[in-house]
């Protein structure tokens, strides 16, 4: 079992107790933890705290009647400290703290990663009914999760999270950034006659490859969303007009108007004007200028029908 994969079971343990736990968590490297409160359940990790993931200390706060991080035996204080950032710190609350100096008491069992005990109760089938954490695939979903069930969307508002906040002015429809996106955070829609790039603040990455690619450099990064926006899945329309079909390859662009009639795509507009070419087609606007359309290829312009979008 992968030490990730041994804090994960820990996560699970909890969940399945009988009764409520507060844990205290000390990093592998701790010589002795054994004094304390004996109403905690002191857990030696096989890392360091620091090494702790947001997603997994998000999932033992909330299965947790409290989570006690102890710094002292720890050989990366202020990196653990780091582990509970402000969005975790906010979500936790006094569900969460981190103790500097070591705890009085009487001595403890200390428990291990990868031996953790199973009680009588449970071997019979008489745990815990609260659900075990029902763990999404992706990281971002299992930190939306926990911040969730751990109080509403508004009370992470102003919080900068890892999602970009994108203006598309001038958008022409063409779905590279669509494409390109490994979140599928950006996809161009075609509803009722009308087309849309929406972009989902609650997917994105904040990975700048729909920027970098966007052939006219309309699509621009100003800023990030904050955590409430993430927490909301609800898509946003960077970019909407009257939707008309690309004679080349069938896909979407706006339409109406254009000093050609044609209505086709710039990815088809620019293989045809690349015939040969190897190129991968992207962005060519000056640099410190985002928005401006290129002039580098004005064939381009000429083959697009922007629909009055810009
Ligand atoms: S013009 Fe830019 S923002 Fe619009 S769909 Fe194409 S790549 Fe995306
Ligand atoms: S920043 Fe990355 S994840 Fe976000 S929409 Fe752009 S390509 Fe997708």
């Not at 399945?16 to 736990?21: H, R, S």
């Not at 005990?117 to 954490?133: I, K, M, Q």
């Not at 979903?141 to 102003?158: K, N």
């Not at 950006?186 to 490859?209: F, I, N, W």
Request: with cysteine; aromatic share 2%; charged share 25%.
């Amino acid at each position: 079992m992968s030490a990730g994969s041994r804090v994960e079971a820990l996560v699970t343990w909890v969940a399945t107790q009988p009764d409520p736990v507060r844990l205290e968590l000390v990093c592998a490297e701790h010589p002795d933890p054994r004094a304390g409160d004996r109403d905690q359940t002191v857990v030696r990790l096989d890392t360091c705290l620091s090494g702790l993931a947001w997603a997994v200390l998000l999932e033992l706060v909330v299965v947790s009647a409290h989570v006690e991080l102890r710094l002292d035996g720890c050989t990366d204080p202020d990196g653990a400290r780091a582990v509970v950032t402000e969005v975790l710190a906010a979500a936790a609350g006094d569900r969460l703290t981190v103790r500097a100096d070591p705890p009085r008491g009487r001595r403890r069992d200390v428990l291990v990663l990868g031996a953790l005990p199973v009680s009588r109760r449970v071997l019979l089938g008489l745990g815990s009914t609260r659900a075990v954490v029902d763990r999404p695939p992706l990281e971002r979903e299992r930190v939306r999760q926990g911040l969730l069930s751990l109080g509403p969307a508004d009370r992470y508002a102003g919080m900068a999270a890892p999602s970009a906040d994108l203006t598309a002015e001038g958008c022409t429809f063409c779905g590279v950034c669509a494409r390109a996106c490994p979140a599928e955070a950006l996809q161009v829609t075609v509803l009722a006659g009308e087309v849309k790039l929406v972009h989902r603040p609650s997917s994105c990455l904040d990975c700048g490859a729909c920027t970098d690619l966007c052939p006219g450099q309309v699509l621009v990064r100003r800023g990030a969303v904050d955590w409430a926006g993430v927490l909301d899945p609800a898509p946003v329309a960077l970019a909407a007009g009257r939707a008309g079909v690309c004679r080349r390859c069938g896909g979407a662009v706006a339409a109406a108007g254009g000093p050609t009639g044609e209505l086709v795509c710039d990815v088809c507009a620019y293989r045809r004007s690349h015939p040969f070419g190897s190129r991968v087609m992207g962005p060519s606007a000056p640099a410190g200028r985002p928005n401006a359309r290129p002039a580098a290829d004005p064939r381009l312009d000429r083959y697009v029908d922007h629909g009055g979008v810009r």
